[in-house]
């Protein structure tokens, strides 16, 4: 499940300098970004061409355990690829942001497989089974007998354009491995504390107090859920200590820095209280220590 990595930490400095961009370390800059050192970017947001047999007309209509099943093998090669530079159109944003969690993550048994902004109607993009910036084990947020409601990483439309918000997507039963996750993080900003929870309900007081985003940079609340652990020395303000990046970016950003992206993450800083960040949240050695932790695909809720 989630102990596997697409980019492993024996490939060093070089693999990680490909994964994480500068951060600009100014009073109250802290939101951190993905390299725009970035794989070729996927194509367009239009589903691929296929023969009018291989499509459905319609959405068939749901059965007690949900939409039937579909077994068509789908062209993918025009589809874009689901990863933290997409920005597709068609993927619908989380409409309950505040929802529950399946217990259930999922990962793609082969290179790619479809995703679909609905059951029963042609796919909109690809997950692929590994990629360099994680992002690929991915939380359930609704499951029926042939499909999975899952959140993905990368956005249907930048902030200056539409909503920027957690993007979602359908993928087959017979597309994934599923496993269950142990633990999930969850924030509440009024309260400045930041909990690792059980699935027992057990829990674990990671932070008391921290920094997050400032009134016209806040940070984005909601469900999401971890999609890289990276540490890069040359960010020396993380005096070494891991990032945690969520698949979620900023609500009123488009990029940052000359990237094109503006990914949230929990991160050691020394300026670690208040609202003076640019989204991200700021923590403290021990707490940071701890988050890093967390595998890939743990979800994350902040209040």
Known sequence: MTDSRPAPRSRGARAIAMAVAAVLVAAGAVTVWVASSRPAAPPAASPAATSPAAVPSATPTPSPSGHPADTTAYPLDQLPQVDVYAVIPALPVDADPAGAFTGDL????AERIPVFAVPGQAPVATLPRDHVY?????????RQ??????LLTGRAALPSAGNPGQVTGWVRAQDVELSAWEQSVEVDLSARTIDVVGRDGARERVADDYAWGAEGTPTPRGRSFVMMVRSEPSLTYTRGHPLVYLSVQSPTLDGFGGAPVAVTAFHYHDARSGGISNGC??????????LGQLPVGTPVVIR
Request: proline share 7%.
């Open 145 to 150: 007998e042939h499909w999975l409601h899952v």
């Open 106 to 109: 999922a990962r793609a048994n």
């Open 134 to 142: 994680d992002g690929t084990t991915v939380p359930v947020i609704e």
């Open 281 to 290: 949240l700021r923590l403290g050695p021990e707490a940071i220590a701890r």
